[in-house]
């Protein structure tokens, strides 16, 4: 990757997309071109091969029997293994997110390989289903504020010891393991439940992954009033009683 150029990958568009996840796609997408970034962005349909030369790849949810074809695509296809061990950024949500960890339960109640990227185990909750916004605050280490979203989920995510939670829920379920985390990352992979789009409630992600994927420690200021006023709204919404 150059200096000005970006090469952002959405996997899977038609399995994987539900809430309005292809939305984190064009935030990504515009945000990087208002910092003056050539972006050349790739749909990567689950009948194409995933290309290995992204720098940013983004995975959306889905529904638990696409979320199965998805993973078998995956593991057969390779592509974004071989990305993540070139160091890729890869950012992943709800179905996409757990496809990422080491297993998960399909469609047909049985344990489905994952692609062994995120150090995580899902498995289904018997209890309510994960329902509502969430209100959640990121690892100081990523140094973000706050996280608002929309989590629709029956899956409970386990984390291992090499995965970091990506945020502690104030409101919500989160990974609905009781322990308040939600999400998970190592290095440059990422994944949570948040939909919303996460990155139009959460801009300052979708930056994180432009930093990253460019190896710099800032950007460009933009225009954020759209996006605080979002933000505004919806962690209002989180923190009312129901």
């Known amino acids: 990757m150059s200096n000005n ?3 952002l990958v959405w996997v899977y568009p038609d399995l994987l997309s539900t809430y309005g996840d292809q939305g984190n796609a064009l935030v990504v997408e515009r945000r990087a071109r208002q910092r003056g970034l050539d972006v050349s962005r790739v749909d990567v349909r689950s009948d194409q ?3 290995t030369s992204g720098d940013i790849y983004l995975i959306g949810g889905g529904e638990d029997r696409p979320q199965r074809l998805a993973a078998e695509r995956l593991r057969r ?3 974004l293994s071989r990305a993540a061990s070139n160091g890729a950024i890869i950012f992943s949500v709800c179905a ?3 496809i990422l960890g080491h297993e998960f339960v399909n469609d047909l109640g049985e344990r ?3 692609l062994g990227l995120l150090d995580v185990v899902s498995t289904r909750g018997e209890g309510a289903r994960c329902v509502g916004d969430v209100l959640g605050d990121i690892d100081p280490r ?3 504020p706050p996280l608002t979203g929309f989590e629709n989920h029956q899956g409970v995510t386990h984390l291992g010891p090499t995965a970091r939670p990506f945020a502690q829920v104030r409101f919500g379920r989160g990974n609905g393991t009781g322990d308040g985390t939600e999400g998970a990352y190592n290095d440059t992979v990422f994944g949570t439940y948040m939909h919303g789009p996460v990155m139009a409630r959460n801009p300052l992600i979708a930056d994180l992954l432009l930093k990253l994927a460019l190896d710099v ?6 225009d954020d009033r759209w996006y605080e006023a979002l933000r505004a ?3 209002a919404a989180a923190t009312q009683p129901a």
């Open 5 to 7: 150029s970006l090469r």
């Open 49 to 51: 091969p995933v290309p």
């Open 77 to 79: 296809d390779g592509g």
């Open 96 to 98: 996409g997110y757990q």
């Open 112 to 114: 489905e390989q994952g």
């Open 142 to 144: 990523l140094g973000l």
């Open 217 to 222: 420690n800032a950007l460009p200021p933009t």
């Open 233 to 235: 709204e919806r962690i």
